[in-house]
């Protein structure tokens, strides 16, 4: 299997559910979708309640079986059992063992996926320490929180060297130091080679991480593509100044207004004049402005002083 093998690829997925209450009547779910994610490659999929992501999830993880269309996993059919030994899935709620401890918790989900003895302690210590929970892993799950059950739901994922990780909702109900934590999480992921595809009904968490996203409408992909192609605006281009004087503004709009009349003086006028959208200081994110006032983690840490920003976060 070479690296041009894309990580997912689903062609043509149609899914159709028989009602149970009423006879011969059919819902269809999905409907002729395709998507493809390549090796290494974060993949946000995104879409209201109701649109036929957690189905296309459950299709691809083999959990439920397509009426037409096809998904394979690094090549293998997703019907087929071994195509999820590469694939590591963490559910929007996942079911745990609450009188476990931590590490414990990591050391079952280790065994029934083969590992044990020394290989096993030492997988245990690297994923408690890569999403920081060495702290907590003798703890008992019944006193994490929310986020921390997250982040050792991502650990049990990754606890057999996936190659591929399937994240449905990763941040519902975390509060937004421990949303940030696993975002960072899954960034580092991309930087060890591991595709992801993920769901969420968090745009900006979307924006901020993806590399490429679909939309996904009433069982049909409506948009699709790379992330930074489907968010341009065409016809705007966006310059960012500092320390920029009232006369230096007051110079842009000038030549904005010469040109705009050059322009318009011109016979047979073949492009639209430039005008000035806005002027103004950029505005960071309320989550940012938060997590700035807060910064401070599971352990209590005393926040950190809030620091001016020039701008929310960006994906490059």
């Known amino acids: 299997m070479t690296d041009a093998t894309p990580a997912i690829s689903i062609k043509n997925l149609t899914k159709v559910f028989r009602t149970p209450t009423v006879r011969k009547h059919f819902v269809t779910a999905v409907t002729n979708l395709s998507l493809e994610v390549a090796s290494g490659q974060i993949y946000g999929l995104i879409g209201p309640n ?12 083999g959990l439920l079986k397509p009426t037409s269309g096809s998904a394979a996993i690094f090549g293998r059919d997703s019907s087929r059992v071994d195509s999820r030994n590469d694939v590591g899935f963490l559910p929007e709620n996942p079911y745990f063992y609450k009188h476990l401890t931590g590490a414990e918790t990591l050391a079952f989900y280790g065994k029934l996926c083969g590992l044990q003895g020394a290989v096993l302690r030492e997988r245990i210590a690297e994923m408690l320490a890569l999403v920081d929970l060495e702290h907590a892993r003798d703890r008992r799950l019944g006193g994490y929180s929310k986020g921390m059950l997250q982040r050792i739901g991502l650990a049990q994922a990754l606890i057999h060297h996936p190659r591929l990780v399937v994240l449905d909702e990763p941040t519902a109900g975390v509060d937004p130091a421990g949303s940030r934590k696993i975002r960072d999480l899954v960034l580092d992921l991309k930087s060890r080679g591991i ?3 993920l769901s969420s009904h968090l745009l900006e968490q979307v924006q901020e991480i993806c590399d490429r996203v679909g939309i996904v409408f009433r069982g049909r992909m409506v948009k699709e593509g790379p ?25 842009i709009q000038q ?4 040109e705009a009349a050059e322009i318009t003086t011109e016979a047979g006028q073949a492009r639209l004049a430039a005008s000035v959208v806005r002027i103004g ?8 402005l938060f997590l700035q006032a807060t910064q401070g983690d599971d352990r209590g840490e005393t926040p950190a002083t ?11």
């Open 50 to 61: 109701g649109s036929g992501k957690s189905t296309t999830m459950k299709v691809l993880l």
């Open 195 to 197: 595709s992801v595809i």
């Open 227 to 251: 992330l930074h192609d489907l968010i341009a605006v065409e016809d705007q281009t966006e310059i960012v100044l500092q320390h920029a004087t009232p006369a230096l503004l007051a110079r």
């Open 255 to 258: 030549l904005v207004a010469a």
């Open 281 to 288: 200081q950029p505005r960071t994110t309320l989550e940012t």
């Open 306 to 316: 809030l620091t001016p920003t020039t701008g929310g976060p960006s994906h490059e």
